[in-house]
Nanobody, 115 residues
Framework: QVHMVETGGGQVQPGGSLRLSCVSSVSTFSFKAMGWYRQAPGKQRELVAKMVVNGLTEYSDSAKGRFTISKDRARNTLFLQLDSLRPDDTAVYYC?????????WGQGTQVTVSS
């Protein structure tokens, strides 16, 4: 069974930064695409950023220019660098990978932006 574990969440002041990590139990080469979603209280889960197998990336309008998705294949790890954080970025952030027809999800990591 494939597992994905996120770390790096926490509480930060507006304007601050965090780096989220997602370690997969299988090589990142196994996934057609990998990405980050988030879910704020009372809201639907939404895409933040994704990376497909050829390295192309896609960001939500809210994430463009502030967040950066990257991958370290040697460590089977997906990253999300969060900069210029705002209170409306507060959410549980989930990593996911498309393994064939199956989406594998991590358990999520909480990001809270407040002063």
């Amino acid at each position: 069974q494939v597992h994905m574990v996120e770390t790096g969440g926490g509480q930060v002041q507006p304007g601050g930064s965090l780096r989220l990590s997602c370690v997969s139990s299988v090589s990142t080469f196994s996934f057609k695409a990998m990405g980050w979603y988030r879910q704020a209280p009372g809201k639907q889960r939404e895409l933040v950023a994704k990376m497909v197998v050829n390295g192309l990336t896609e960001y939500s309008d809210s994430a463009k220019g502030r967040f950066t998705i990257s991958k370290d294949r040697a460590r089977n790890t997906l990253f999300l660098q969060l900069d210029s954080l705002r209170p409306d970025d507060t959410a549980v952030y989930y990593c996911t990978g498309a393994l064939g027809a199956t989406l594998v999800w991590g358990q999520g990591t909480q990001v809270t932006v407040s002063s």
